[in-house]
């Protein structure tokens, strides 16, 4: 059945990068848009990001425009998430999913951001 | 962007009761919407797409309506294993947008 696997977690310094996988099983990868979700603690859930893995088109949220990049490994199914210039407010739960409707989450991925 | 207003923000309801809550969306998203369900802890788990196209799996007790810009989730008969937290989501467009959520509390 269709999976999403997503690395573990990170531990980062303010100012730092972190870049998470997911990577995708069970499904004809190309066929469905690869989506990023964050939740901060005690809060709602976020879209952060969307990436076309056939065409490698990228659709990020304002919020996140010019320190977010979501990439596709060109010989796996390997989508990645990277987020520049860390504070202590992207401390949060990151989470991949698929397609528009969501129907497939990734396990999530903590990132925690602290000096 | 699309501005997505749930309601309640929280509630409490017993066994057996019928519980309703409501997303209303700041412009007309048509049929795209999703309903979720998170429980402490874990991964959001989609309850209903398309408006009220109820996923494999989910209990017949949880459906879904609406059109346009106002989207009702319904549970007929409230079971204990159905406290948690609910999101609905707009997929119309991007960037595609979340309600606040709903916390729903067993008495």
């Known amino acids: 059945q269709a999976q999403l696997v997503q690395s573990g977690a990170e531990v980062k310094k303010p100012g730092a990068s972190v870049r998470i996988s997911c990577e995708a099983s069970g499904y004809v990868f190309p066929n469905y848009y690869v989506h990023w979700v964050r939740q901060a603690p005690g809060q709602g859930l976020e879209w952060m990001g969307v990436i076309n893995p056939s065409s490698r088109i990228r659709t990020y949220a304002q919020k996140f425009q010019g320190r977010v990049s979501v990439t596709r490994d060109t010989a796996t199914t390997i989508v990645y998430l990277e987020l520049n210039s860390l504070t202590s407010d992207d401390t949060a739960v990151y989470f991949c999913?698929?397609?528009?409707?969501?129907?497939?989450w990734g396990q999530g991925t903590t990132v925690t951001v602290s000096s | 962007d699309i501005q997505m207003t749930q309601s309640p923000s929280a509630m409490s309801a017993s066994v057996r009761d019928r519980v309703t809550i409501t997303c209303r969306a700041s412009?007309?998203?048509?049929?795209?919407l999703a309903w979720f369900q998170q429980k402490p802890g874990k991964v959001p788990e989609r309850l209903i797409y398309s408006a009220s196209i109820l996923q494999n799996g989910v209990p017949s007790r949880f459906s879904g309506t609406g059109f346009g810009t106002e989207f009702t989730l319904t549970i007929s008969s409230l079971q204990p294993e159905d406290f948690g937290t609910y999101y609905c989501l707009q997929y119309s467009g991007y960037p595609h947008t979340f309600g606040q959520g709903t916390k729903l509390e067993i008495k």
């Open positions: 999913a698929r397609e528009a409707g969501m129907d497939v």
């Open positions: 412009q007309d998203i048509t049929k795209y």
